[in-house]
Nanobody
């Protein structure tokens, strides 16, 4: 199983980006998908989670970011609106996946988001 994150880029404050995280391999189910972010010199920060039945967000992004999933495509998304310079970070997806190997936690490689003021 592999996770591939994409969609990062450079955007002005107030703009939007949509990140994608595609899971590939012999996947039976994606039980949950998280997004995290890490800025230089800071610890990795949890951003959002989606399960089969619910979503939740960090207070810093609630109301601006929306997490979603497409089960048919084994893909998760993070729609980021009203971006702020403090949202600048490398964004990572993390997923709890059941596959032929069993149930494990996987990380994507990260995608850079830069928000200019």
């Amino acid at each position: 199983v592999q996770l591939q994150a994409s969609g990062g880029g450079l955007v002005q404050a107030g703009g939007s980006l949509r990140l994608s995280c595609v899971a590939s391999g012999s996947i039976f189910s994606i039980n949950a998908m998280h997004w995290y972010r890490q800025s230089p010199g800071k610890q990795r920060e949890w951003v959002a989670v989606i399960t089969f039945t619910s979503t939740n967000y960090a207070d810093s992004v609630r109301g601006r970011f929306t997490i979603s999933r497409d089960n048919d495509k084994n893909t998760g998304y993070l729609q980021m609106n009203m971006l702020k310079p403090e949202d600048t970070a490398v964004y990572y997806c993390n997923a709890d996946i059941t596959s032929r190997r069993g149930r494990y936690d996987y990380w994507g490689q990260g995608t850079q988001v830069t928000v200019s003021s």
